[in-house]
């Protein structure tokens, strides 16, 4: 599986199982929340798929699995067992509801439960059991308030300090979010501005700030240092690539390090806004642009320890997938 074909994977985003189940429980988190998922390892990369009705197949050959497309075959690899929702890391979504309703993003149609602090403690008591447990990263909805969320995940994180491994943090931020985490433990943050556009972002995102949350970004690399601040960035939202292009390099020059995500189109919210999944071509340029604004601005995709960067299984990762 070379970027090219991994970026084709990541378009399609699917795959249907034969004779198969998918790995762990569903999603509880983002756009794809309730969703299942299987992790696909071919030659070093990683790529997730939802299970879903799919051009692509996935079925068993031997001690190899096949990733299929017709009588053509995509991929040769095996699957990778996930720990708490990925390879390698206890990632865990501790309110799985939200009061704002990004119009991209399941959770707020599923408004889920809440995990309590006990209950996240005993799952990564569960995960370090294993011995594959490399790192903690936590995200969350936003059950009441931002500040009552930072709060919660800060009260939760200073319990996890125990387990001796780096702990990521992603949520909405607040004004004094970055010291707050920080203090609780947190080595990363990611805070999502979703979209480089802000008219989109006005119109997806209702009662969230645009400019607060660059503010937040711009404020965390001051406190956690550089290759440790994150922010998602949806491609296929309607956005242009000059727009993504210039977004790029000006959160790299702040030394915040971009996730570009394909658009999920959940079923639970096709009929709220026009979603398109990128074409591995743009995919791919869009992340060749990533990595060289990265280099550009002394940044490396392989120094984070938590969160998507060392995941890379929904996203072309610079300086581990290219």
Same mark, same amino acid.
Not at 153 to 163: E, P, R, V, Y
Not at 227 to 242: A, P, Q
Not at 245 to 269: F, K, N, S
């Given at each position: ?19 198969l189940t ?11 929340a ?11 990369r ?19 699995h ?38 991209f ?24 059991m ?9 995200t ?31 949520? %909405? ?9 920080r ?13 480089l556009?802000p ?58 390090? $971009? ?48 969160? %998507? ?8 990762? $610079?300086?581990?997938?290219?």
């Amino acid at each position: 599986m070379d970027p090219a074909t991994k970026a084709y994977l990541i378009s399609v985003g699917t795959v249907e199982l034969r004779d198969l189940t998918p790995q762990g429980p569903p999603s509880t988190a983002g756009p794809s929340a309730g969703e299942g998922s299987v992790f696909f390892s071919s030659s070093g990369r990683i790529v997730r798929l939802t299970v879903a009705p799919s051009p692509l197949r996935l079925l068993r050959d031997g001690d190899e699995h096949l990733i299929i497309e017709g009588d053509r075959i995509v991929a040769r690899g095996h699957l990778v067992e996930p720990l708490l929702h990925c390879p390698g890391q206890a990632y865990i979504t501790v309110s799985e509801s939200c009061i704002y309703d990004c119009r991209f993003c399941a959770v707020p149609k599923l408004m889920g439960p809440t995990k309590s602090k006990e209950k996240v403690i005993e799952m990564v008591r569960r995960a370090a059991m294993t011995g594959r447990l490399r790192a903690i990263s936590l995200t969350s909805g936003v059950e009441v308030s931002p500040e009552h969320e930072v709060g919660r995940i800060a009260d939760i994180a200073q319990s996890l300090k125990t387990f001796g491994v780096p702990i990521g943090i992603s949520v %909405c931020p607040t004004e004094r979010s970055n010291e707050i985490l920080r203090s609780a433990g947190a080595i990363e943050v990611k805070y999502n501005l979703e979209t480089l556009d802000p008219d989109i972002f006005q119109a997806v995102c209702p009662g969230l700030s645009f400019e607060g949350i660059k503010s937040a970004l711009a404020d965390a690399v001051g406190v956690f240092g550089r290759n440790r601040v994150f922010t998602n960035i949806i491609v296929g939202l309607g956005e242009s690539d000059r727009v993504i292009l210039q977004g790029i390099d000006e959160l790299t020059e702040m030394g915040v390090m $971009p996730v570009l995500r394909a658009v999920y189109p959940h079923p639970l919210r096709l009929a709220d806004l026009e979603m398109r999944r990128p074409s591995p071509e743009r995919i791919l340029r869009l992340a060749e642009h990533l990595r060289m604004a990265l280099d550009r601005n002394g940044l490396r995709g392989d120094l984070p320890q938590t969160m %998507c960067y060392p995941c890379t299984g929904c996203d072309l990762i $610079p300086h581990r997938d290219l």
